[in-house]
Antibody, heavy 117, light 109 residues
Framework: QVQLQESGPGLVKPSETLSLTCIVSGDSISDGNNYWSWIRQPPGKGLEWIGYIYDIGTANYNPSLKSRVTISPDTSKNHFSLKLSSVSPADTAIYYC?????????WGPGTMVTISS | QSALTQPASVSGSPGQSITISCIGTISDIGGFDLVSWYQHDPGSSPKLIIYEVNKRPSGVSNRFSGSKSGNTASLTISGLQAEDETDYYCSSYAPSRRFFGTGTKVTVL
């Protein structure tokens, strides 16, 4: 059974970099068959796709966030990470990681990140 | 394009059928049979209920069905039940991108 779990700080200061990790169990992020995405939901708003990695070496990002986002894999630990730089209160959201297999079939429980000084 | 367009709310009485639309473009919904739908209770992670336009994952009720015509996808909930009252999102594949819909709150009257 595939499981995903987000981890990282729940509070980040404005202008700093948000860093989250998605730990994957029951599947390998190295096998190249799936896309591994980050998605977020600001309070009271809808879901927003942030970006994905696949086949380890390829990443694609939402154009609205592309200048601030990096998603990278750590195959030795079977996890992938999200870095979002120069954050502002508008980046306050629940952040989810998900396995994208022609649909987001498996999701992590999500982690709330608040941007505040 | 930033998001697919869904109605903000849809309501129905128990036992009725309701349909939620999801409007995109030829570059996303219209170009690929890769539309998915999610049921999202606040406080939980979204749950996939339809993928590849009209396929249901194991364990999802057959009261949920999906379809697509041109640039518009639709989710139909048949035999509406109180437990169906929550938020629903569509999503579509596009080359190097994924899109989500604006979300629809379903109310059971």
């Amino acid at each position: 059974q595939v499981q995903l779990q987000e981890s990282g700080p729940g509070l980040v200061k404005p202008s700093e970099t948000l860093s989250l990790t998605c730990i994957v169990s029951g599947d390998s992020i190295s096998d190249g068959n799936n896309y591994w995405s980050w998605i977020r939901q600001p309070p009271g708003k809808g879901l927003e796709w942030i970006g994905y990695i696949y086949d380890i070496g390829t990443a694609n990002y939402n154009p609205s966030l592309k200048s601030r986002v990096t998603i990278s894999p750590d195959t030795s630990k079977n996890h992938f990470s999200l870095k979002l730089s120069s954050v502002s209160p508008a980046d306050t959201a629940i952040y989810y990681c998900a396995r994208d297999q022609r649909g987001f079939h498996v999701w992590g429980p999500g982690t709330m990140v608040t941007i505040s000084s | 394009q930033s998001a697919l367009t869904q109605p903000a709310s849809v309501s129905g009485s128990p036992g009725q059928s309701i349909t939620i639309s999801c409007i995109g473009t030829i570059s996303d919904i219209g170009g690929f049979d890769l539309v998915s739908w999610y049921q999202h209770d606040p406080g939980s992670s979204p749950k996939l209920i339809i993928y590849e336009v009209n396929k249901r994952p194991s364990g999802v009720s057959n009261r949920f069905s999906g379809s697509k015509s041109g640039n518009t996808a639709s989710l139909t909930i048949s035999g509406l039940q109180a437990e169906d009252e929550t938020d629903y999102y569509c999503s579509s594949y596009a080359p190097s991108r994924r899109f989500f819909g604006t979300g629809t709150k379903v109310t059971v009257l």
